[in-house]
């Protein structure tokens, strides 16, 4: 039986995750495999302590959403370890074992600070307060301190707002309504987190700014990246995101060291082929 990871989520057909890993299996030559499992988020809990408890199979999990969510609500305590930083902002991506227990914790954190700390930034836009702005506003946090950094959030209504200034932390976050939003041009970042379908009107108020972080890479180009290249200036794109998250998951899960910058290119330019 040959080790498995996968990524789980519904739908899960469309995912990348299995070109980048099983290319870095072959690359590192491990007899392992990464597919795609559908699994619905009413069917999670059930199905995840399964393959934790009654099955060799497994090394590893990705999880999408809403599943990145579920897995920081889910009495499953007595066979996951959840890390500190996903407990504060309620959001998981990944499962891997250590030490003969099972790990959950986010590297989308890990990929928007990895990506991130290239820049600095002193006025920082987020649109959307899920689990990936959340994920963002964690990162942010650690990479602003012993600076001030002005954060806003702009988002549809309030009722995340709770949880996402517990991921905050110590980082101070305003938030604004987006239905007349006009100061896209006075930020030196904008991160977008929010699918191209709930965007594409405030996209076309958008005129560019300092640098565009588009967490969105399908369809290609998203409504904000669009605009922001027709401005010439500068993205950090989805791909970028996904690959560099990808990555910590592979270290994790196969307790293996990349040269992680050379690695990074090499995955992002596979990616950018498909």
């Known amino acids: 039986m040959r080790h498995t990871a996968a990524v789980l ?3 899960i057909s469309h995912s990348l995750s299995p070109t980048i890993h099983n290319h870095l299996y072959r690359k590192f030559n491990l007899e392992l495999e990464y597919i795609a499992v559908e699994v619905k988020e009413v069917e999670f ?24 969510e579920s897995i920081c609500d889910s009495e499953l305590s007595d066979v996951l370890v959840l890390d500190e930083q996903a407990k504060r902002i309620a959001s998981a991506n990944t499962i ?25 930034f002193n006025s920082i836009l987020i649109i959307g307060a899920g689990a990936t702005a959340r994920a963002a506003v964690g990162a942010l946090e ?29 980082l101070k976050v305003e938030f604004n309504d987006w239905s007349d939003f006009q100061e896209w041009e006075s930020f030196d970042l904008v991160i977008n ?41 500068p993205v950090i794109s989805g791909l970028e995101l996904l690959t560099a998250q990808a990555l910590y998951q592979f270290q994790l899960m196969t307790g293996k060291n990349l040269e992680f910058d050379d690695t990074f290119v090499e995955v992002l330019t596979l990616i950018n082929q498909h």
């Open 96 to 120: 891997y074992r250590e030490n003969e227990k099972w790990r959950v914790l986010s590297t989308d954190l890990l990929a928007f600070q990895y990506l991130l700390s290239k820049h600095s």
């Open 9 to 11: 989520g519904s739908p």
């Open 45 to 68: 809990n059930k199905w995840i302590r399964s393959a934790l408890t009654e099955s060799k199979q497994w090394f590893g999990f990705s999880l999408t959403m809403p599943l990145k």
């Open 142 to 170: 650690k990479l602003s301190v012993g600076r001030q950094c002005r954060v806003q959030v702009l988002r549809r209504d309030n009722k995340r707002d709770a949880k996402l200034l517990q991921a905050a932390g110590n």
């Open 193 to 233: 987190t929010v699918p191209n379908d709930g965007v594409v009107e405030l996209a076309e108020k958008f005129h560019g700014c300092g640098v565009l972080m588009d967490a969105i890479y399908s369809p290609w180009p998203p409504a904000f990246t669009a605009a922001q290249l027709r401005k010439a200036k």
